[in-house]
């Protein structure tokens, strides 16, 4: 992954759905079919690898017992 960025998707059909990423360089926004499909397919891998929410918490309170 290149960085954090975010899907906005809206309600009203006049509103474009698009990605913004927030770089060194400034912000940008992101509207073509190709960028939508490509930033959806990152977040759909992010959703499949990543713990759910009890096994994150219990990750959370294992590393901050290690901390202590």
Excluded: I
């Excluded at 474009?16 to 959806?40: H, I, N, Q």
């Amino acid at each position: 992954m290149t960085g954090n960025f975010v899907h906005m998707d809206f309600p009203d059909p006049a509103d474009p759905e698009l990605v913004y990423v927030d770089t060194p360089a400034g912000d940008v926004f992101l509207e073509s079919e190709a960028e939508m499909r490509r930033y959806k397919s990152m977040f759909e891998h992010l959703q499949a690898v990543a713990l759910g929410p009890n096994d994150s918490a219990g990750l959370l309170a294992r590393v901050a017992e290690a901390r202590d």
